[in-house]
């Protein structure tokens, strides 16, 4: 079954805030095919819906870091409203308050991407455990090549003359 909307757009919508993957209002109306004030609106109707831990309404200060990223084209863009953040469980509500074919498509197309995402970041995880612990091994290994070198030019360099013979003098 072919994905309502490519997979790639919907990841490109995912940005991480407050040490969350979340999904920015404004990009899901844009979704779902609804404009930006009636998703809004579905939301405050349901407010007991959407806990803190589901979305959260961006401060001016993370507005003006996503304006700088390019991730909106400018404050104007907004409407003269901050805009609210979703979760992927804030995602998956917008569900049971938007009632549409296509909510319900959208949905299962972000959750899957939001999974995608899980999984390499899972992987990248594991890569730099990897990684480090390579290189942990390297530096010891260096270490251990530069004892050996500087035991072999102690053994190359000529021998040094003694001072004073051995023995009695006459």
């Known amino acids: 079954m072919k994905a309502i909307i490519p997979q790639e757009i919907i990841e490109k919508k995912i940005f991480m805030i407050h040490g969350q993957k979340v999904m920015i209002d404004k990009d899901l109306a844009y979704l ?22 589901f979305m959260f309404q961006l401060t001016k200060k993370e507005v003006e870091i996503l304006v700088s990223q390019n991730v909106i084209p400018s404050r104007r863009s ?7 953040a979703f979760t992927e469980q804030g995602v998956a509500m917008l569900s049971g308050v938007l009632h549409s074919k ?19 970041l899972s992987t990248h995880k594991k890569l730099a455990y990897k990684l480090n ?16 070198f ?6 190359m360099a000529p021998p040094q003359k003694p001072k004073h013979k051995i023995g009695f003098r006459v």
């Open 102 to 120: 296509r909510a319900i498509q959208v949905n299962i197309a972000v959750m899957r991407a939001f999974v995608k995402l899980r999984q390499i």
């Open 150 to 155: 500087e035991a072999i030019r102690q053994l």
């Open 133 to 148: 612990e390579l290189e942990k091994k390297i530096q010891k290994h260096d270490i251990e090549i530069k004892s050996i």
């Open 78 to 84: 907004l409407g003269g409203y901050m805009p609210y």
């Open 32 to 53: 779902y095919q609804v404009k930006p004030i009636a998703l809004r609106q579905q939301v405050k109707r349901n407010k007991e819906r959407f806990p803190d831990d």
